[in-house]
């Protein structure tokens, strides 16, 4: 497919208005990233080397968080650089670069929450077929779907993406998405908009799938007081944490095609980054922290590595 697009550098108008806070938003935003780096490779790293945690539940946990740091690494560093600077401009190809790596982890985020739901199911409604269900194939043929699936998808969106001829090089946000480059377009982008409801279809029914699932468990453990106590501490905010992610994505979404230019730009902007900052910062803490088998091999860790390292100095 042949790009007839002129435009050489897309303009971002996000972070007009922040005059002499830039150094505040600046601090804010580089403490939320290595905030979101660290917790995100901390649960990575306990996971892959402790043996013990070599079970399906943590093995899409850890997934889920190294989509948190694909996603945030398309977002941080480009916005980070706008901070320090007076000229928020993007290449065309970076452009296209940042929105791949973003679309990419959105529609990502979505079927491994599903798949770790579905394995919550199956631990919970149906134990004693858990492992003939959850087999080691089982759990990488899911994997296998939820990357490759959204990757063709937005691969294939990307292509149809590039082909346009563009009349416009302005995009009113902080970071380049796939509608806001399409709507620059000076042709018919037909299929695009039908790529673009086809994929946002696909993602509700997942969640329709994921909360399908969650309605089953809250049946079996609604039945009996440990069952709710499990509930509460794991199920729960694992529900919370997917209804707003798919909120925050689907308004995004929405917004990009149908939102009015009279809602303010702050709250755009807040909107527009919400599942770029608390799904990262917060699903290690709801989907790994909080779980007791994994805050026991941490605090061992913790504990362990400063009194190895005195003997080592001694």
Not at 19 to 24: A, L, V
Not at 81 to 103: A, G, M, P, W
Not at 132 to 142: A, C, E, I, R, W
Request: contains cysteine; aromatic residues 14%; charged residues 10%.
């Amino acid at each position: 497919m042949e790009n007839f697009s002129t435009v050489e550098f897309i303009t971002l108008s996000g972070l007009q208005g922040l005059g002499g806070n830039r150094s505040i938003y600046f601090t804010l935003t580089l403490l939320t990233y290595l905030l979101i780096v660290s917790v995100n490779f901390t649960l990575i790293s306990t996971i892959v080397i402790e043996k013990t945690l070599h079970e399906p539940m943590y093995i899409f946990l850890c997934n889920l968080c190294a989509n948190s740091l694909y996603g945030t690494a398309g977002f941080y560093p480009k916005i980070l650089l706008d901070l320090l600077s007076n000229v928020h401009k993007i290449s065309y190809n970076l452009c296209l670069l940042q929105l791949f790596v973003i679309y990419t982890s959105v529609l990502c985020e979505i079927p491994i929450l599903t798949v770790m739901a579905y394995d919550r199911y199956v631990a919970i409604c149906r134990p004693l077929e858990y492992h003939t269900v959850m087999t080691p194939l089982m759990v990488k043929t899911m994997l296998l779907f939820s990357w490759c699936v959204p990757l063709s998808w937005c691969f294939f969106n990307l292509l149809c993406t590039f082909r346009l001829p563009l009349c416009g090089s302005h995009i009113d946000k902080l970071y380049c998405d796939n509608w806001s480059v399409v709507k620059l377009s000076c042709v018919p982008t037909t299929v695009n908009n039908v790529l673009g409801y086809v994929v946002i279809v696909s993602e509700i029914i997942q969640a329709l799938f994921t909360l399908y699932s969650y309605y089953c468990i809250v049946r079996v453990c609604l039945k009996s007081k440990e069952g709710k106590r499990k509930f509460m501490q794991t199920c729960l905010p694992h529900l919370m944490a997917m209804v707003n992610f798919v909120i925050a994505a689907l308004f995004d979404s929405m917004y990009n095609r149908y939102g009015s230019a009279s809602i303010p730009l702050s709250l755009r902007n807040i909107m527009a980054v919400q599942f770029l900052v608390i799904p990262p910062l917060f699903n290690p803490v709801i989907y790994g922290l909080n779980l007791q088998k994994v805050r026991a091999i941490l605090f061992r860790y913790l504990l362990f590595c400063p009194i190895r390292t005195r003997k080592k100095l001694h």
